[in-house]
């Protein structure tokens, strides 16, 4: 028994403080405003105050924190991505992942499980090797694996999937791991608040106000803020943030599902995903099976749960398990992913001079939430992109200067 | 001792059926038809289980598929719901989540040191060294969880059904089966499902020693079976609501897909524990659970109970019990002013003292803690939710029946999207404005009173018929809700020791809720996230409402600025084997499939197609490696075919025809002879190749086109797509399944070939590029000279019901010149040798004709065609990376692997796309993508292998057959 927990016993009133304070009234004035208090929003205002220390500073979320996919993700981490910039940014997020809890003195439950990307077909063997080389070059603990490595990690898994996509390899990835998302959000708001942000719930932006090309304040409804630095970091609703200061993004939303089982006990130690049966996999520390898809086929701007996900999702699931057909589905939701056509997202600087985007996420940036947050900060500090998301930028779709993390999807399947 | 009592009027079990089971080592007997709960509580097992967090010994609660303590397993299954699931004979059952069995457990501990684990402990601590984490966590996911799954559990593949109706009635109830009746008589064909065994809803166990409950039930039940235009679907329940009217109706034996015209919901409403100290002892019990106890299946919930109410159910149920000669010590009221109409007087003149304005402070545990011993009542302050001390009684009993309100069972109706309010009158949520199609009836719709619960239902079955034009009659008018409400606005007593349960899935007490808000979670989301309520597999059925109202009262705020928190599907937690149904994985067969099973063809999955990756004949000792050369090796001295009936082929006409394939790809159409083909190279938006296959001008206005294997649905979609963007006059027909195609390739081809046609193949009057028709083996075919794997070589278009007699004659006629058949792995060899590269093996997400030596195939100064604004911009552009064919030093040491990386000057560089030995030209040859100024014949270049060791290579001109040394 940790010797932290004593003094809820012995304390007649419960001994801790809020974790954020109960912001109503904004100010007139803010050195910088941002909207979107999930865990990317959030993460940059922590950053702000701390790298920088610009802590006048206003979190304007339209419902409540980590409400929209931060609380929806699957909470998967990782850094084996294709492109030396996507291995070397997310590489990046997990360091800072992994001394997170210690930083914001909150338990994230970081979680190191190892992550499995099954291949079942000779070419998506092609593109692990593809992603472990280039995770190889750039210091990254990736490597291809055999059925046999997978067996033993995972003996449960039946490596033919019932006979209907036999598992040739996997991209094994061993800083591969699953934190508790919503804790995430909540800790960054708590060390924020501390250093002097100020969050506001229930506050919505209606429009933002830009005069000559400047960015001068926003409009809430609950009143006017000045201000010449605004973030978005509102994923799915970034077009309609981005129509206020008249910006075009080639962002399309989609949305993207997920569900849970009844706890069980532990038995599934790593976190598998496998493209070709589009599923992905882990098991929470309270028991149940964390599971996620593909993106929805269609565009639409809507978080209802749809049942061919879940029909389509569990199928799969008992191809690679057979013996979980009486485990129990308890939830499933879904969230708005906003899509770019690289697959890469979009960050930094606009054409509108204090006005500054973090987009793009795809599946939800969960594992981004660090390491944008800090970045961002930089952005919004100094007013100019670090190198590390320069390749980022919103400028590249007009400038041909695509990130290709497209090319594993194209060729993973 | 039992508590069985002698049959009731209504009772499940069937006394001729005995039946005798195990629980947790000991012997019970029971009867058919008894639920695990039922069957242990008549044989006075009240320990049903473990809680989640604290291990405290619970009960039954609810009965009602949401007493999450009470999971068990019989080896096989687990987490068996024992209120709801039906006792077997000779079942062997133990409680989940138990080490040492349920009595002794040996996590019982954790309830003794509960307040050193306050809400969100977790968070708090165990991350401190941060080494240390890993061996807390190890401890809190081996104590988390429930069951223990079953890793031999059998496969399961429950076929899925599925089904229409008019209107889907969920729920049946009295609404729910005047609902139905109603729309029925209306003419509409009505699906009514329930998830009891027996529909009636609360009518087989709400009686109030009312005598025409029974006779009420007998008569709908009898007119609902009896009618031609109702299927009543019990024992099952709604798993959810989906879009436009999709409700999956999941039954024991799997899933029925519903689409309805309509959906009435009648789902009722769950009830509401009221809140106190030990309310979750095993004993304590909702008084509706009780009282299934005793109307179904003739059990006892105690031998001598207290009834705690906050509303008229609990007198309702006091004299259920009471008429069952279960002894009653008292009904506490809540409330000041007591039951309305005669419920106080018949409770009085069975004997039952009634204590009004009081509360249960706490119930008194019995010495083993495993149950109740007395509970004492003081007065209560509604205002306060205090109990006053000074006047304690202590009132001596073995159980207590719990009433304090109801819940609306309103999930469907959210996932609708319908908008809820508040209703002051019933104090519950009630549906506000229904989506188009959506109706609800009864309980869910905040009416109570039986006559009006009837009339609802009748109103919902009129109004679903008049939506969907069955009827114009008018819907019949329901009263409003009067008089007392049917839930209390606050529930709930304090107590400075806590352990009153508010959630009983997770073990959540009212302090927790007044922590969390005091942490700043005190919005019903962050507090749910928080604390977890409503996140155990029972989803918030008993504890949402109980946790609003706490809410609402620390924040001083109404009960509908709360709101509530989103109902997700599913309704109850659904096994992942009737979701995922019996599994869908076509595959295809092309019409030579079982020849090249027979002749040892290895099967490869190409998309959906499987396909022979090369073939081991019977009786011949190969390896897959010697197979592939000797069939690629055929091809360079003699011949060979393989089986193309997988690519896409799809025949493009109308008045437009030319004009849309310029547009569509990359090259020119328009000039195009009719009998020849042209390269046809699809880019994306972003002038990213997609595919490249053959344009065939068969005439004027018709042309023939193949796609790649993996791409023919895609291209096909993609030409739909553009068509009704571009609003031409064209015509398309998906040919891929219907005709075979088959290449005969290698030096022997023609003679082969000349066998079996008429037509004239010489290289003049049949050149390369050239299309014709002609009988091959008496078959209409289309013949076109391709030169994909071989300079000579013939791909032969048959229908497909000809596939197999044309494929064979040819294999007949090359017999004697050494035809073999080859698969895809020397055809992916062959090409190679060619210099062919294949696109998304060879090519990725990004890449531009510009990268892959494909400038030819585009003709830049067409009008326009889909990637050449990109190409434009690219154009002017340097070019990053560029596709080339290389040789590796023939000493090399390592073979690289496709993939592997190009490095130049310790950088990635480009990587390995394709690399193969080939016996033909007696090197290791491939392509690669290297940097624009390493593309140049004769630049060296190095390859890192897996092992890291570097490998030299050289760019050579694109065709590798002039290498041949043999």
Same mark, same amino acid.
């Given at each position: 028994?940790?010797?932290?927990?004593?003094?809820?016993?012995?304390?007649?009133?419960?001994?801790?403080?809020?974790?954020?304070?109960?912001?109503?009234?904004?100010?007139?004035?803010?050195?910088?405003?941002?909207?979107?208090?999930?865990?990317?929003?959030?993460?940059?205002?922590?950053? =702000?105050?701390? !790298?920088?220390?610009?802590?006048?500073?206003?979190?304007?979320?339209?419902? %409540?924190?980590?409400?929209?996919?931060?609380?929806?993700?699957?909470?998967?981490?990782?850094?084996? %991505?294709?492109?030396?910039?996507?291995?070397?940014?997310?590489?990046?997020?997990?360091?800072?992942?992994?001394?997170?809890?210690?930083? &914001?003195?909150?338990?994230?439950?970081?979680?190191?499980?190892?992550?499995?990307?099954?291949?079942?077909?000779?070419?998506?063997?092609?593109?692990?090797?593809?992603?472990?080389?280039?995770?190889?070059?750039?210091?990254?603990?990736? %490597?291809?694996?055999?059925?046999?490595?997978?067996?033993?990690?995972?003996?449960?898994?039946?490596?033919?999937?019932?006979? $209907?996509?036999?598992?040739?390899?996997?991209?094994?990835?061993?800083?591969?791991?699953?934190?508790?998302?919503?804790?995430?959000?909540?800790?960054?708001?708590?060390?924020?608040?501390?250093?002097?942000?100020?969050?506001?719930?229930?506050?919505?932006?209606?429009?933002?106000?830009v005069k000559s090309g400047k960015v001068v304040g926003v409009q809430t409804n609950k009143g006017y803020i000045s201000t010449n630095r605004v973030l978005s970091a509102v994923a799915g609703f970034t077009p309609r943030i981005c129509e206020m200061v008249d910006i075009e993004t080639p962002i399309v939303i989609h949305p993207l599902q997920a569900c849970v089982t009844e706890p069980m006990k532990p038995w599934l130690d790593t976190i598998l995903v496998s493209g070709s049966l589009h599923v992905y996999v882990s098991q929470s520390s309270r028991g149940e099976l964390v599971m996620g898809s593909s993106l929805d086929p269609y565009e639409i701007h809507s978080t209802r749960s749809s049942l061919d996900f879940v029909e389509g999702l569990t199928s799969h699931i008992t191809d690679m398990f057979p013996f979980l057909g009486n485990v129990k589905v308890v939830r499933q939701w879904a969230g708005m992913a906003d899509l770019t056509p690289d697959f890469a997202p979009i960050m930094g600087k606009t054409e509108v001079e204090g006005f500054y985007i973090d987009a793009g996420w795809g599946t939800w940036g969960f594992k981004a939430t660090p390491i944008s947050g800090k970045t961002m900060a930089e952005t919004i500090a100094r007013d100019m992109a670090p190198d590390m998301i320069k390749s980022f930028r919103l400028s590249r779709f007009e400038d041909y200067e695509l990130t290709g993390e497209k090319g594993a999807a194209s060729v993973g399947h | 001792?039992? =508590?069985?009592?002698?049959?009731?009027?209504?009772?499940?079990?069937?006394? @001729?059926?005995?039946?005798?089971?195990?629980?947790?080592?000991?012997?019970?007997?029971?009867?058919?038809?008894?639920?695990?709960?039922?069957?242990?509580?008549?044989?006075?097992?009240?320990?049903?289980?473990?809680?989640?967090?604290?291990?405290?010994?619970?009960?039954?609660?609810?009965? /009602?598929?949401? @007493?999450?303590?009470?999971?068990?397993?019989?080896?096989? !299954?687990?987490?068996?719901?024992?209120?709801?699931?039906?006792?077997?004979?000779?079942?062997?059952?133990?409680?989940?989540?138990?080490?040492?069995?349920?009595?002794?457990?040996?996590?019982?501990?954790? !309830?003794?040191?509960?307040?050193?684990?306050?809400?969100?402990?977790?968070?708090?601590?165990?991350?401190?060294?941060?080494?240390?984490?890993?061996?807390?966590?190890?401890?809190i996911r081996k104590a988390a969880g429930l069951g223990e799954v079953n890793f031999n559990y059998p496969r399961i593949t429950r076929a899925k059904r599925y089904a229409h109706c008019d209107v889907l009635v969920v729920g049946a109830g009295a609404s729910g089966l005047s609902a139905a009746l109603e729309a029925a008589e209306a003419g509409s064909q009505v699906i009514l499902v329930d998830e009891n065994r027996k529909i009636g809803g609360s009518l087989t166990y709400d009686m109030a020693t009312d005598v025409n409950t029974g006779s009420l039930l007998k008569q709908l039940t009898e007119n609902v079976l009896n009618h031609a235009n109702i299927q009543v679907i019990a024992d099952a329940y709604a798993g959810g609501y989906y879009t436009d009217h999709l409700v999956p109706i999941v039954e024991k034996?799997?899933?029925?897909?519903?689409?309805?015209?309509?959906?009435?919901?009648?789902?009722?409403?769950?009830?509401?524990?009221?809140?106190?100290?030990?309310?979750?002892?095993?004993?304590?019990?909702?008084?509706?659970?009780?009282?299934?106890?005793?109307?179904?299946?003739?059990?006892?919930?105690?031998?001598?109970?207290?009834?705690?109410? #906050?509303?008229?159910?609990?007198?309702?149920?006091?004299?259920?019990?009471?008429?069952?000669?279960?002894?009653?010590?008292?009904?506490?009221?809540?409330?000041?002013?007591? /039951?309305?109409?005669?419920?106080?007087?018949?409770?009085?003149?069975?004997?039952?003292?009634?204590?009004?304005?009081?509360?249960?402070?706490?119930?008194?545990?019995?010495?083993?803690? &495993?149950?109740?011993? #007395?509970?004492?009542?003081?007065?209560?302050?509604?205002?306060?939710?205090?109990? @006053?001390l000074h006047q304690q009684v202590v009132l001596n009993c073995d159980g207590v029946a719990m009433s304090a309100g109801w819940a609306p069972a309103a999930a469907l109706l959210y996932q609708a999207g319908t908008q809820m309010r508040y209703d002051q009158a019933v104090q519950q949520f009630v549906p506000n404005q229904l989506p188009e199609g959506v109706f609800a009836a009864g309980k869910v719709n905040g009416i109570f009173e039986l006559e009006q619960r009837l009339l609802d239902g009748k109103r919902a079955g009129a109004e679903a018929a008049r939506y969907l034009g069955k009827s114009t009659a008018d819907p019949v008018a329901v009263m409003a809700h009067r008089g007392n409400s049917p839930s209390h606005p606050y529930p709930i007593v304090n107590h400075p020791k806590g352990k009153n349960f508010v959630d009983f899935d997770e073990d959540? $007490?009212?302090?927790?809720?007044?922590?969390?808000?005091?942490?700043?979670?005190?919005?019903?989301?962050?507090?749910?996230?928080?604390?977890?309520?409503?996140?155990?597999?029972?989803?918030?059925?008993?504890?949402?409402?109980?946790?609003?109202?706490?809410?609402?009262?620390?924040?001083?705020?109404?009960?509908?600025?709360?709101?509530?928190?989103?109902?997700?599907?599913?309704?109850?937690?659904?096994?992942?084997?009737?979701?995922?149904?019996?599994?869908?994985?076509?595959? +295809?067969?092309?019409?030579?499939?079982?020849?090249?099973?027979?002749?040892?063809?290895?099967?490869?999955?190409?998309?959906?197609?499987?396909?022979?990756?090369?073939?081991?004949?019977?009786?011949?000792?190969?390896?897959?490696?010697?197979?592939?050369?000797?069939?690629?090796?055929?091809?360079?001295?003699?011949?060979?075919?393989? @089986?193309?009936?997988?690519?896409?082929?799809?025949?493009?006409?109308?008045? !437009?025809?030319?004009?849309? =394939?310029?547009?569509?790809y990359t090259g020119k159409f328009a000039s195009q002879k009719v009998g020849n083909s042209r390269i046809a190279m699809l880019l994306d938006e972003a002038g990213v190749i997609v595919d490249d296959g053959v344009a065939v001008r068969l005439d004027q206005d018709k042309f023939y086109v193949s796609t790649n294997s993996s791409n023919a649905a895609t291209v096909y979609r993609e030409m739909q797509r553009n068509l009704q963007l571009w609003g031409m006059q064209v015509t398309l027909v998906n040919l891929t399944g219907v005709m075979s195609a088959m290449t005969l390739a290698g030096p022997s081809s023609r003679s082969i070939l000349s066998e079996l046609t008429?037509?004239? &193949?010489?290289?003049?009057?049949?050149?390369?590029?050239?299309? +014709?028709?002609?009988?091959?083996?008496?078959?209409?075919?289309?013949?076109?000279?391709?030169?994909?794997?071989?300079?000579?070589?013939?791909?032969?278009?048959?229908?497909?019901?000809?596939? =197999?007699?044309?494929?064979?004659?040819?294999?007949?006629?090359?017999?004697?010149?050494?035809?073999?058949?080859?698969?895809?792995?020397?055809?992916?060899?062959?090409? &190679?040798?060619?210099?062919?590269?294949?696109?998304?093996?060879?090519?990725?997400?990004?890449?531009?004709?510009?990268?892959?030596?494909?400038?030819?195939l585009v003709a830049m100064d067409k009008a326009f065609f889909i990637g050449q604004r990109s190409l434009k911009i690219l154009q002017k552009k340097p070019v990053k990376k560029k596709l080339v064919t290389f040789v590796l030093d023939a000493d090399f040491g390592e073979l690289p692997k496709e993939c592997n990386l190009v490095i130049e000057k310790g950088e990635i560089a480009g990587r390995v796309t394709s690399i193969s030995f080939s016996e033909y030209v007696n090197r290791v040859i491939g392509f690669a993508f290297v940097l624009p100024e390493q593309a140049k014949a004769g630049h060296r270049f190095a390859i890192r292998t897996d092992s890291g060791r570097i490998e030299m290579a050289e760019v050579v001109e694109h065709s590798f057959l002039s290498l041949n040394q043999g």
């Open positions: 028994m940790p010797l932290r927990l004593l003094k809820y016993a012995v304390s007649r009133e419960h001994p801790a403080p809020r974790f954020f304070r109960d912001c109503t009234e904004p100010k007139k004035t803010y050195d910088a405003v941002i909207i979107g208090g999930g865990g990317h929003g959030l993460a940059a205002a922590y950053y =702000l105050a701390k !790298d920088h220390g610009i802590t006048n500073v206003a979190v304007l979320e339209k419902g %409540y924190i980590g409400g929209g996919n931060t609380g929806r993700n699957t909470t998967i981490v990782r850094s084996n %991505y294709l492109t030396p910039e996507g291995v070397n940014f997310y590489n990046a997020s997990v360091k800072l992942f992994e001394d997170l809890s210690e930083e &914001l003195d909150l338990n994230l439950f970081y979680s190191n499980r190892g992550h499995f990307t099954l291949a079942h077909t000779d070419s998506a063997m092609r593109t692990m090797r593809w992603r472990a080389e280039v995770n190889k070059h750039v210091g990254v603990e990736s %490597y291809v694996v055999g059925p046999d490595e997978i067996s033993k990690a995972c003996p449960q898994l039946d490596i033919s999937c019932s006979g $209907q996509a036999p598992i040739l390899g996997a991209l094994y990835h061993a800083p591969g791991s699953v934190a508790r998302h919503d804790a995430v959000a909540w800790g960054y708001a708590k060390e924020a608040d501390r250093m002097g942000v100020e969050i506001f719930q229930s506050t919505e932006v209606t429009s933002i106000d | 001792m039992t =508590l069985r009592i002698a049959e009731q009027e209504n009772e499940w079990i069937n006394r @001729d059926m005995p039946l005798t089971f195990e629980y947790e080592g000991q012997q019970i007997e029971a009867y058919e038809g008894d639920t695990i709960s039922s069957a242990l509580w008549a044989a006075d097992i009240k320990v049903l289980g473990r809680s989640f967090k604290y291990h405290r010994a619970r009960g039954l609660l609810s009965f /009602a598929n949401h @007493d999450v303590n009470a999971l068990m397993t019989d080896g096989v !299954d687990t987490n068996i719901r024992a209120d709801v699931i039906p006792v077997t004979h000779n079942m062997q059952l133990t409680a989940v989540n138990t080490d040492g069995g349920v009595i002794k457990d040996k996590g019982r501990y954790i !309830d003794k040191i509960s307040a050193f684990l306050p809400v969100g402990f977790y968070y708090k601590t165990f991350h401190k060294p941060k080494w240390m984490f890993p061996f807390w966590e190890d401890k034996r799997g899933i029925t897909k519903v689409r309805a015209g309509t959906v009435i919901v009648a789902s009722g409403a769950f009830e509401q524990p009221p809140v106190f100290r030990y309310n979750d002892l095993p004993g304590v019990m909702l008084s509706s659970a009780a009282q299934r106890l005793v109307n179904r299946y003739s059990v006892k919930p105690f031998t001598k109970g207290v009834l705690v109410t #906050a509303n008229d159910y609990g007198y309702r149920a006091a004299l259920d019990l009471a008429a069952a000669k279960v002894e009653i010590v008292a009904v506490i009221d809540m409330r000041q002013t007591g /039951a309305e109409g005669d419920l106080t007087e018949k409770v009085k003149q069975a004997g039952i003292a009634v204590h009004l304005g009081s509360c249960i402070y706490e119930v008194v545990p019995s010495s083993d803690k &495993l149950g109740v011993s #007395a509970v004492i009542v003081c007065p209560y302050n509604e205002a306060t939710a205090e109990a @006053d959540i $007490q009212v302090k927790d809720f007044i922590n969390a808000a005091k942490e700043g979670f005190d919005n019903i989301e962050l507090m749910k996230r928080f604390t977890t309520v409503g996140m155990g597999p029972s989803q918030g059925k008993h504890s949402n409402m109980n946790a609003i109202r706490i809410l609402a009262r620390i924040r001083d705020l109404p009960v509908e600025k709360i709101g509530s928190t989103t109902a997700r599907p599913f309704f109850h937690p659904t096994p992942i084997g009737h979701l995922g149904g019996r599994g869908f994985h076509p595959h +295809r067969h092309t019409a030579m499939h079982e020849w090249h099973v027979k002749e040892g063809g290895v099967m490869m999955e190409a998309g959906v197609w499987l396909r022979p990756a090369y073939y081991l004949p019977l009786g011949i000792n190969l390896t897959s490696q010697q197979a592939v050369q000797q069939e690629a090796m055929a091809v360079r001295k003699s011949a060979g075919m393989i @089986d193309g009936s997988t690519l896409g082929k799809i025949e493009v006409f109308g008045k !437009d025809a030319a004009a849309f =394939l310029e547009r569509f008429d037509l004239d &193949l010489l290289e003049e009057a049949f050149p390369q590029g050239a299309y +014709r028709e002609a009988l091959v083996a008496g078959v209409k075919a289309r013949v076109m000279r391709v030169a994909f794997v071989s300079d000579l070589a013939f791909e032969i278009h048959v229908p497909s019901s000809a596939g =197999l007699h044309v494929w064979q004659k040819i294999m007949e006629a090359g017999k004697t010149y050494g035809l073999r058949p080859f698969g895809t792995d020397a055809q992916r060899l062959l090409r &190679l040798e060619m210099g062919h590269h294949l696109i998304s093996h060879d090519t990725d997400g990004l890449t531009n004709p510009f990268e892959a030596h494909a400038e030819s």
